[in-house]
């Protein structure tokens, strides 16, 4: 029986987390990606916990305009600011069992132009 695009997704997902991992010095770059919105936030996974997050609904992203990509591409500069902040330069990417490509390809980009090493 064939898989759903959830479940397919769900265990690229699985599979790529039994590898990437975070750590305070190093935290995985999580990606999530809804039909209108992209969140990306930043992971410790040695104390479970979330070091900081950043959406396209957040308020700096609420008069940007351009298409979801061009959101997303802000959306990773906003967050390689915050973590440049916080001192974090260098994290794992975790795209979430989604493709390298299109608005999470972007993200990527726009992290590494500001300043994220991966």
């Known amino acids: 029986m064939a898989l759903t695009k959830a479940e397919r997704r769900l265990r690229i997902r699985r599979r790529i987390r039994k590898v990437v991992t975070g750590t305070a010095q190093k935290p995985r770059l999580s990606v999530f990606r809804s039909n209108k919105e992209i969140y990306a936030q930043l992971i410790d996974d040695v104390n ?34 915050l973590a440049a902040e916080k001192g974090i330069t260098e994290v794992c990417f975790d795209r979430g069992g989604y493709l390298y490509h299109g608005r999470v390809k972007q993200l990527a980009e726009g992290a590494r132009e500001g300043g994220l090493k991966f």
């Open 48 to 81: 479970q916990t979330t070091l900081l997050s950043y959406s396209s609904r957040n308020k700096e992203m609420e008069g940007a305009t351009g298409t979801k990509s061009d959101k997303s591409y802000q959306v990773g500069q906003g967050l390689a600011k």
